[in-house]
């Protein structure tokens, strides 16, 4: 049955779509749906009753948990307002593992505080079964200085060259700004997100279904990142601009056999277990304590040029579905 939507982006209802898949036969789920906050989509409608939105998040989300294998992990993204009702539900038929508060300056909405992040939720079917590999993200530097922006007192002799391991809240990852790198999608998120997530609970091979795939930030991380895929949009527009994005790219972000997260050129997650392979690709200070101001940077080589690649691929490709 799934053959037909494997590495292929569907263009339907996301629950009609689900409903033919298996119990318990794709790796993660990820979804991003609409806010309900009248964002101006191609077709969609983002204004709903609120109970009536809430009766159909249920739908789709019971429908998520039951296609992920008991290995997998169920991730939703969202503002902290609808969050609160899918934890009530999830509670119920899933397990909590994360609130990941992804650092990100939202609208204001009346009298309130300035929200300031997207929560994304995690939940895991079995606690005993479920992969998680840790990860790291890049020190944080002083742009001017280089040096460490965090203090980290007398453990600098204990600090990893490449970076921490990453905590429950995301402050590295910015939203798409500039409008050069959007395609037109009022919701578009950035790439390095969804390959973060990826790394994170998934293998080579598995599969990761999105409900809602937008321009298709989430099956485009996959297919980078050697897993497989499917895409779901009520949109044809959508799922035109996501095709065409997908014959623009290889799976091919990794270093020896070591898949990794880049970012203008830049290397901005890998898995903690990759580190002892990945090490010899980056030229490190001898003495531990210069991590403190010099950053690890890749040697020059092919690894590089796989990453301007990507790049230009990607900028040939804003010129196609413009
Ligand atoms: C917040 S956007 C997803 C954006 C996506 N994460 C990206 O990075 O491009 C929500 C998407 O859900 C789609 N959508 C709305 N209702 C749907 C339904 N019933 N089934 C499938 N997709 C739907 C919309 O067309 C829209 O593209």
Aim: aromatic share 12%.
């Amino acid at each position: 049955m799934i053959k037909k939507y494997l590495n292929n982006v569907i263009l339907d209802d996301c629950i009609a779509v689900m409903k033919h898949i298996p119990d318990e036969s794709i790796d993660i789920t990820f979804a991003d749906p609409p806010f309900n906050l009248n964002k101006k989509y191609n077709g969609y409608k983002d204004k709903k009753e609120d109970n009536i939105y809430l009766d159909w998040c249920n739908q789709w989300l019971n429908e998520m948990v039951r296609i992920t294998k008991p290995t997998g992990a169920i991730f939703i993204h969202n503002i902290p307002k609808w969050l609160t009702y899918y934890a009530a539900l999830l509670n119920r038929i899933a397990i909590f593992k994360h609130w990941i508060a992804w650092d990100a300056p939202t609208s204001p909405m009346g009298k309130s505080l300035q929200p300031s992040h997207y929560g994304i939720l995690y939940y895991v079917k079995n606690p005993k079964e479920n992969k998680f590999y840790e990860i790291r993200y890049p020190h944080k530097r002083c742009r001017k200085c280089g040096y460490l922006l965090k203090d980290y007192g007398g453990k600098k002799d204990g600090l990893h060259p490449f970076g921490p391991l990453v905590s429950d809240t995301w402050t590295d990852i910015h939203r798409i700004k500039h409008n050069k790198y959007r395609d037109e999608h009022p919701c578009q998120l950035p790439v390095h997100l969804l390959e973060r997530i990826v790394l994170m609970s998934t293998d080579e091979n598995d599969i990761v279904l999105d409900p809602f795939v937008g321009t298709g930030t989430s099956v485009l991380a996959a297919k980078r990142l050697g897993r497989r895929f499917i895409g779901i949009d009520i949109d044809e527009k959508y799922v035109d601009i996501t095709k065409n994005k997908l014959n623009y790219e290889n799976s091919d972000s990794k270093i020896d056999n070591s898949w990794i997260s880049f970012y203008l050129n830049e290397p901005v997650t890998i898995r903690d277990v990759d580190w002892e392979n990945l090490s010899n690709h980056f030229s490190i200070p001898e003495n531990n304590r210069d991590i403190d101001f010099v950053k690890v940077s890749l040697y020059f080589g092919n690894i590089k040029k796989s990453c301007k690649n990507h790049n230009r691929q990607q900028e040939d490709l804003l010129l196609i579905t413009k």
